[in-house]
């Protein structure tokens, strides 16, 4: 069992300071206790317009935001929002060696349990690919007439049996 950490999943407030450089810049983070976050930030008009994390981290304690990759920018701010990466009773995979993949369960705690799973990247990668995903029309056809209801969807994932029927989720959109 390890701790399970927040990552960053927004900003607070934004201040958008004065006297920027307009152009989108690589958001500095920095300090707190973790890694692995980045972002990028927009100055229009010289001032920070927009704030997009592209990788949340890993974090016990709240980074700060820099905004110095923009030339001239003065007085810019914004707290980083931390947020559990994963929930409880969710699973992630993790790396736990070369090209290997290990399956972790998030329990109370937060903490995170090693499932004991194990598959390399690539089967990783072609299981989630060979998914279908979103709901599929259903279609069929009746006396031998093709029939086609768009409003009337299935969930591939959904689908299950039981004593020798099929039930399919739908939902009426």
Do not use: K
């Not at 920027?20 to 008009?45: E, P, Q, Y």
């Not at 914004?78 to 009773?89: H, T």
């Not at 072609?126 to 093709?146: D, E, F, H, K």
């Amino acid at each position: 069992m390890w701790a399970v950490g927040f990552g960053i999943v927004g900003s607070g407030a934004l201040v958008g300071g004065a006297g920027g450089t307009d152009g989108t810049f690589d958001l500095a983070i920095t300090g707190g206790v973790g890694s692995g976050a980045a972002g990028r930030f927009i100055v229009a008009g010289g001032v920070v317009t927009m704030i997009l994390i592209t990788a949340s981290g890993s974090y016990t304690t709240a980074p700060a935001f820099s905004f110095g990759a923009s030339a001239g920018l003065a007085g810019a701010s914004a707290p980083p929002v931390l947020a559990r990466n994963v929930e409880v009773g969710e699973y992630f995979w993790t790396e736990i060696g070369a090209g290997i993949l290990g399956m972790d369960n998030v329990v109370a705690g937060p903490v995170a349990i090693d499932t004991g799973v194990r598959a390399s990247a690539a089967e990783v990668i072609a299981l989630i690919g060979s998914r279908t995903v979103g709901p599929v029309a259903i279609t069929g056809s009746v006396g031998g007439t093709a029939i086609t209801n768009t409003s009337v969807y299935y969930w591939p994932g959904s689908l299950s049996h039981g004593r020798n029927r099929r039930q399919v989720a739908c939902c009426l959109c």
